[in-house]
């Protein structure tokens, strides 16, 4: 049987074996004509990947009977530059397989100079129990023309699912170009692909409510035991880019044996501070539904928590990660060694890395050893809100701006020329409870009747996508929103203006939450 142990010990060379191989790929003139027509745009609908044939030396093996496309989101480059590509062996190749993978993909790792974040994050990931397609490294040519160094992953398909399940018939669904587990997600593997069940009972549990009865809920249909070990990596590593923390570059799978659902990691290239400070903090509001209804329960909260704890302080101390990452260098650089320029170049970048994960290791040291302290309320439940900070939505064309009228501050929000969204923020740790967030604010240039369409002001927290609040008024209106929290949750506030006219305004001074008192018991 393809893709069981069998295939794993052939590729074993590949990924932690030592082995760099050098690949050639030769596509023929009708084949390059396709790949230069092919264009990725960031923010983009992906055009369709159209596949061409390639043939493959490397090592004195010849693959004839290949298939290739270009890849890539963010990290895209046309094929005249460097990049990305994923390629196919077809039976028919003799047969053969490369060192025994049916899939692999060649990243250029264009958002990551060290070529060592994606390898040391699914190295380590693999030995804590969650599945993760492996990591190594190659040096490539296209038609003769060196490209350079790259990341070799092996593919997400069947013959991965057979290295870490018994039972692969479930459906592997793909969350890595953007989007939670509430969307339309595209299916990679399955032998039933149009039944989503499996994942409509995932959203339906972590949407139970209340909080007292989700963690339960959850146990049914989530391998929780590995997804802690997923998001608790994924804050530890600062994989700000990830499901928990983004809602992103993630697949999950329906493990048919087990009848519950297994998330999997993506997108890895830009850890330990790359985009993001090493010092962020280790609780952060998720972004990722499951992930968020899952530590805003008690028991979720508090085994996260532990996980954190247990991981920072063993499997991945400072020294462990250090010593994993130069065990995988150590193969890129006697692939380099005829390379003065390159080896120089990649030595500085294992010390840069270095840097970075010892600068973050400590950062959460400090943190665990810690212990924060809600906010506090005045006598009279409420608490002022200061210290707002702009973000423009994901088109990027809202613009924020402070003013100050008839002395007072108020936080502007601009529509750009498209339908669009832009917010002022702020993070703020609360005790749990009930509480109301409330503002005044108003609109200007918004058309009637915008509402209908997601046009208005409205406050809410980050992870809420209901717009039932959303307003349209040229007078100061008052808004307001009612959560309530299970547990002690960092939550991120939001004061937010949607549409592709006019503009949204909110008097600072009128930012505040009110704590509530509790509920009165239920006489039943």
């Known amino acids: 049987m393809r893709g069981g142990p069998a295939a794993a010990n052939e590729s074993a060379a590949v990924f932690g074996g030592g082995l760099v191989p050098k690949i050639e790929i030769e ?61 196919k062996f077809e039976k028919g190749s003799g047969g053969e397989r490369f060192h025994g993978l049916e899939k692999i993909h060649l990243n250029n790792s264009a958002q990551d100079p060290t070529f060592l974040c994606e390898a040391v994050m699914r190295s380590l990931l693999n030995d ?38 018994a039972v692969t018939s479930g459906n592997l669904y793909d969350g890595g170009s953007g989007g939670d587990v509430t969307k339309a997600l595209k299916v990679d593997s399955g032998d039933d692909p149009e039944d989503r069940s499996d994942l409509k009972a995932l959203v339906q549990a972590a949407q139970e409510k209340p909080a007292s ?25 600062v994989h700000w880019d990830g499901y928990s923390l983004s809602a992103n570059n993630y697949r999950v799978f329906h493990d048919a044996g087990s009848g519950r659902m297994v998330f999997m990691p993506h997108g890895m290239d830009q850890l330990f501070g790359v985009s993001r400070s ?49 065990q995988i260098a150590a193969p890129v650089r006697r692939a380099l060694a005829e390379d003065e320029k390159g080896l120089r170049s990649f030595n500085h970048q294992v010390r840069v890395l270095r840097g970075r994960i010892e600068a973050r290791m400590a950062s959460v040291a400090a943190q665990l050893g810690e212990a924060p302290r809600p906010a506090e309320f005045g006598v009279d439940g409420v608490l002022r809100l200061r210290g707002w900070e702009f973000r423009a939505g994901p088109a990027g064309a809202a613009t924020g701006e402070k003013q100050v009228n008839e002395g007072h501050e108020t936080l502007k929000v601009a529509g750009g020329a498209t339908t669009t969204a832009g917010s002022w923020r702020r993070r703020i740790l609360l005790a749990p409870g009930r509480y109301t967030f409330a503002a005044q ?12 369409v997601g046009s208005g002001v409205l406050v ?60 009165a018991p239920n006489p039943k």
Not at 216 to 235: G, H, K, P, Y
Not at 473 to 501: K, M, N, Q, T
Request: hydrophobic share 40%.
């Open 27 to 87: 596509v023929a003139a009708p084949g390059m004509k396709v790949l230069r027509d092919y264009h990725q745009q960031n923010g983009a609908p992906r055009p369709e990947r159209v596949d061409v044939p390639a043939v493959i030396r490397e090592g004195g093996r010849l693959y004839t009977n290949v298939l290739i496309h270009l890849k890539g989101s963010w990290s895209f480059q046309p094929v005249d530059r460097k990049p990305s590509f994923t390629l």
């Open 128 to 165: 804590l129990g969650v599945p993760s397609p492996r990591a190594g490294h190659a040096l490539v040519s296209l038609n003769g023309r060196p490209l350079g160094l790259y990341v070799l992953v092996e593919g997400w398909n069947k013959q991965f699912l057979k290295r870490h399940f």
């Open 213 to 237: 009865a989700r963690f339960a809920r959850l146990a049914e249909v989530l391998d929780i035991d590995r997804f802690l070990t997923f998001i608790a990596t994924e804050s530890l590593f």
């Open 278 to 326: 090493p010092e962020m903090p280790i609780h952060q509001p998720m972004k990722g539904l499951v992930a968020r209804s899952l530590v805003s329960t008690r028991e979720g909260k508090q085994r996260f928590d532990q996980r954190l704890q247990s991981l920072a302080t063993n499997q991945l101390r400072a020294d462990a990660v250090v010593a994993r990452m130069e």
């Open 441 to 452: 604010a108003y609109t200007s240039g918004v058309p009637p009747g915008g509402e209908g």
């Open 460 to 519: 809410r927290r980050s992870g809420e996508r209901e717009t039932s609040g959303l307003k349209i008024s040229e007078d100061w209106s008052p808004l307001h929103y009612d959560f309530e929290l299970a547990v002690a949750e960092e939550v991120e506030l939001i004061c937010e203006f949607r549409g592709h006219e006019g503009a949204g305004y909110f008097y600072a001074d009128s930012l505040h939450l009110i704590r509530k008192p509790p509920a």
